[in-house]
């Protein structure tokens, strides 16, 4: 079962950074795409940002421009940096690990207990 551990959340004012981490284990990570996904309270789970392989990103248009995801294949891990944050960035963010899936990338992992992210003044 993959596991995940999102960490790097807190509370920060609009226009602060943050930069969450996700450790995956039990995946062969350094080949498998990777997604952050965030939801905010009353609202569905959605896709912020992936990263493929091969370092190739996907954005979501609330965030291009401010948030940028990376990965380190030596400490299964991904991150997000999240730069310009504003209160509608506001969400529990999850990562999990994904498949394309005729043509459409599906989150396959266990989800974890994910990182809160809230931006308040």
């Not at 959605?46 to 990965?71: E, P, Q």
Request: with cysteine; hydrophobic share 30%; proline share 3%.
């Amino acid at each position: 079962q993959v596991h995940m551990v999102e960490s790097g959340g807190g509370l920060v004012q609009p226009g602060e950074s943050l930069r969450l981490s996700c450790a995956a284990s039990r995946i062969s990570f350094s080949i498998n795409t990777m997604g952050w996904y965030r939801q905010a309270p009353g609202k569905q789970r959605a896709m912020v940002a992936r990263i493929t392989r091969d370092g190739s990103t996907n954005y979501a248009d609330s965030v291009k421009g401010r948030f940028t995801v990376s990965r380190d294949n030596a400490k299964n891990t991904v991150y997000l940096q999240m730069n310009s944050l504003k209160p509608e960035d506001t969400a529990v963010y999850y990562c999990n690990t994904e498949f394309l899936i005729d043509g459409t990338y599906v989150p396959v992992g266990s989800w974890g207990q994910g990182t809160q992210v809230t931006v308040s003044r």
